[in-house]
């Protein structure tokens, strides 16, 4: 079984643009994490889903970010009119949902915004 | 709320030493699962362990073992006879039951283990 795969792995963007990053979790698992870690500390929670569901979202998430899982698969993370301050690894991680919670990350997008 | 609190920010041992990365959490959930997470220079996290609130039973995974104590709120990690593979970034993590799993950080311990 393939892990979590993340694309693309890197991504320099000029501020005011739009970026996309994709997640493909591990096959079946129902449940799906994204985080944000900024230089030197822990990763913090972005949004999650069940299946296709969007279940929360972080204070974190401005009006500027979006998530989607169209088909309970991959997700996507859109970040519009990018900013110097989104500048972090984005991760993304999926568990089975079973209840022990188990989250196998992914290598994550670094996103660097000039 | 919930916190996880990782208060050694780096460490350095020399191989064969053995290291204790500390966490220590809050929550008033009663239900709860810790977890650790290693970070090597590559990037990706790596699962460890997982603990729930119930089991205090410490365990040991060759060279690594794990410290819970309930009454001190800790969960505590053991490296015994460390190695220059070991050397990474350690992430101790809390999630309370039936809230989603989303994963509470600590900021990290660096530990760099040389030869």
């Known amino acids: 079984d393939t892990g979590v795969s993340q694309d693309p792995r890197h991504k320099i963007t000029k501020r005011g643009q739009n970026v996309t990053f994709r997640c493909d979790p591990i096959?079946?698992?129902?449940?799906l994490y994204w985080y944000r870690q900024t230089l030197g500390q822990g990763p913090e929670f972005l949004t999650y889903f069940q299946n296709e569901a969007q279940l929360e979202k972080s204070r974190l998430l401005s009006d500027r970010f979006s998530a989607e899982r169209p088909k309970g698969s991959f997700s996507t993370l859109e970040i519009q009119r990018t900013e110097q301050g989104d500048s972090a690894m984005y991760l993304c991680?999926?568990?089975?949902?079973?209840?022990?919670?188990?989250?196998?990350f992914g290598p994550g997008t670094r996103l660097t915004v000039t | 709320a919930q916190k996880v609190t990782q208060a050694q920010t780096e460490i350095s041992v020399v191989e064969k030493e053995d290291v204790t990365l500390d966490c220590v959490y809050e929550t008033r959930d009663t239900t709860y699962y810790l977890f650790w997470y290693k970070q090597p220079p590559s990037g990706e996290l790596v699962f460890l362990i997982r603990?729930?609130?119930?089991?205090?039973q410490n365990e040991i995974s060759g060279r690594y073992s794990w410290n819970f104590q309930k009454s001190t709120s800790s969960f505590n990690f053991t490296i015994t006879a460390s190695q220059v593979v070991d050397s990474a970034v350690y992430f101790c993590?809390?999630?309370?039951?039936?809230?989603?799993?989303?994963?509470?950080f600590g900021q990290g311990t660096e530990l760099s283990v040389k030869p």
């Open positions: 096959s079946e698992h129902n449940r």
């Open positions: 993590a809390l999630t309370p039951y039936n809230q989603g799993g989303k994963l509470i």
């Open positions: 603990r729930n609130s119930f089991d205090e």
């Open positions: 991680a999926s568990s089975s949902g079973t209840g022990d919670y188990e989250q196998y």
